[in-house]
């Protein structure tokens, strides 16, 4: 069975790279992106199970990623977790809008973000 | 006589001089660039080796705070002395973004490791500047073993390492750091009340907690910096309290109590703000009606159009502002009050109705095909004609884009149909 793919698309470094390592611990596939071009190219490529976004990034924002993400037919059902730091309900609301699945403010509670993503991934173990 | 060549004539002490002085200065441009050079070179080298031992260090850092062993087993290798800061650095970072057991790991990692008594031995140091810097990082740790050192030096003679103090015991959060800054607010001559009431609100519901146990003894401006944090973290636990503040017998914890039961929202507070409608002090007034519009329910419609007409401009004005707050009902009421025998409330509730946009929907209805509709917008049009605000009207009788409307608008003022000005 081939493992869980997971794409982090975030600009900060310190988040893509706890994320790899809490990540790949679970036994999962970790992709990462550092602007919003690289996580259109990577989620292309890499066809993952998961995406994990960040809303404020160089080039492409996560909403705007996220549009993509859920418009496209190969990506459509592909589940996405917004990860930011904006605390505004206007960002949650226009993120759910978009098609995001989840979304997580910073700080977040490690354990509790790999609950999530399992559970959106259909319960299962990478 | 033949002239000698330059080289063979003789030269004098002045011209040695400038010689020896450019070589000098030459030798000094060359050594300072060579200085740069190695210690750039230098620079490099040490930031190289520190990504290389991060790159090697930081994922059994990373699975340490999300694990439940000991740190020593993640790590490829002990850490060594040198390799303090980058540890330091690494929970810093991490402590950024994440929260919840992962930050508690890192706080023991932090203790287990000797950060915390080391920056405990550097608070009692003579140079501020260092004591400055231990407070910061200890609050950065979070550690609840640097708690009581940390409120010694709450009396700290530099105003910079209590303010530092002040945010790390906020970021301790536990009950023993945050009673001391709940007791801060008393004094205003030694603590800013403004940046105290910062950190407790930062600290969130465990700093309501103490507050509710001290409020009462608390002198009247600790109290009214009290009642604005309850407000600010929108604290449910503090809203039995608001209620009865309500009541108090001065006004301006009156008024505070109903801004923050504004600002905190609950929908049961509305009777309780409604009475304060009646309060005899006009700003206790003002400050229900403000709030009574941030509740998301319809029952104070009717206290709030009484308001409309209140004697003072500050209250009718946010009376206004809340009925239209208040949806369909409100602006229901609103239209209502244009039939009112008060003036100054008729037109408070035109200025909202016009700021709401409901005027314009009403003058674009003028058009509609429907007589029921049509009816009703001649209707509100009448009663603005009534209020003398005309002016409101001949303007967009002038300038709307459609000409039904603009004949329409023209035969209620009694003015000649206008072309549009575009045609």
Known sequence: MRQHRIVVADDDPIVTKFLSAV???????????????????????????????????????????????????????????????????????????????????KPFNALELVARARKLMGNSRG | MPTMPWWSQEVGPMYEFVIALLVGVSAFFLLLVGIIIISKGWREIVEARLRLRRAELEPGFFKYAVGKEALEKYLPRPIHRSERVLVERIFFEMGRVVKGSVRERARDAFEKLGFVDHYLANLESRRWWTRAEAAEKLGLMGSEKATRSLIDHMNDPVPEVRVRVARALGNIRTSEALRPLTLALKDPGRWSAIRVAGILIGAG????????????????????????????????????????????????????????????????????????????????????AKALGRLKEEGSIEALCTSLADPQWWVRANAAEALKNK???????????????????????????????????????????????????????????????TDLLTEIAHNHPEGSIRQRLAIILGLRVQPHPTA
């Open chain 2, 327 to 389: 949806g369909e009902r409100g602006m229901s009421a609103l239209l209502a009050m244009l039939d009112s025998k008060d003036t100054y409330a008729a037109q408070q509730a035109v200025q909202m109705l016009q700021e709401s946009g409901v005027l314009d929907s009403m003058i674009a209805r003028l058009a509609s095909e429907e007589g029921r509709e049509r009816q009703l917008a001649l209707d509100v049009m009448a009663k603005l004609v009534k209020l003398k605000r």
């Open chain 2, 205 to 288: 519901d465990e700093s309501v907690e103490i507050l509710l146990q001290e409020f009462d003894h608390f002198p009247q401006h600790a109290k009214i910096s009290a009642i604005d944090i309850f407000g600010r973290i929108r604290s449910l636990k503090a809203i039995s309290l608001l209620r009865d503040l309500l009541k108090h017998q001065d006004a301006d914890i009156r008024a505070r109590a109903a801004f923050a039961l504004g600002s905190i929202g609950d929908p049961t507070s509305a009777s309780h703000l409604g009475d304060a409608l009646k309060d005899p002090a006009w700003f206790v007034r003002a400050m229900a």
């Open chain 1, 23 to 105: 990540f790949q611990d679970e036994g999962f596939e970790v992709s990462v992106a550092e602007d919003g071009e690289k996580a259109l190219k990577v989620i292309k490529e890499a066809k993952p199970d998961l995406v994990i976004l960040d809303l404020v990034m160089p080039y492409h924002d996560g909403f705007e990623i996220c549009q993509k993400i859920k418009s496209a037919g190969e990506t459509a059902n592909v589940p996405v977790i917004i990860l930011s730091m904006k605390e505004r309900e206007q960002d949650a609301l226009r993120a759910f809008e978009v098609g995001a699945d989840d979304y997580i403010r």
